[in-house]
């Protein structure tokens, strides 16, 4: 049976109608063209599904869809600003931390859900923070020195950002 979801996808707002059995990632891969997001295991194992559910890092593949009823997703889609890549982003292109790309929207949301919530992680707090995400490519040592530099990164900026309010 079929029932009108109402969300919030990447910042905008969504009405659609959708069948008690549809999990996020087909509302989002199917319903609004959000490719993005990859199902890779469809057991919630690998992680190429994760996206934030209110800041909630999920598998979407076993996430249903309305249970998603007013509430805020963010995919890979959204995680780029203003048509720019986001920091994360580009510091995995700069590092190689993406080879075939599969796991990396996955990857990608999962470690800006960590950074979000940790801004200055250990690498340990990174490994574990993509530890629900696998990844065939690489041995994940580009992911975590591509996370290193995000958290320095920022950690730098928010220093300069005090320095001149003082």
Request: hydrophobic share 35%; aromatic share 4%.
């Amino acid at each position: 049976m079929a029932q009108m979801l109402h969300c919030t996808v990447n910042g905008t707002l969504v009405e659609r109608m959708v069948e008690d059995d549809t999990t996020l990632l087909t509302f989002l891969r199917e319903e609004l063209g959000l490719t993005g997001t990859k199902e890779g295991c469809g057991e919630g194992d690998c992680g190429a599904c994760t996206v934030l559910v209110d800041d909630t890092s999920v598998n979407s593949c076993l996430f249903l869809a309305l249970l998603a009823e007013g509430r805020s997703i963010t995919t890979i889609e959204g995680i780029e600003q203003d048509g720019e890549l986001s920091d994360i982003q580009q510091a995995f292109i700069d590092h190689g931390a993406i080879q075939c790309g599969f796991c990396s929207p996955g990857m990608i949301v999962s470690v800006s859900h960590l950074l979000n919530q940790n801004p200055e992680p250990s690498e340990e707090e990174i490994r574990r923070g993509m530890s629900g995400n696998l990844c065939r490519c690489t041995g994940y040592q580009q992911m975590v020195e591509a996370v290193q530099e995000v958290a320095a990164h920022r950690k730098t900026e928010k220093q300069s950002e005090k320095a001149i309010l003082i």
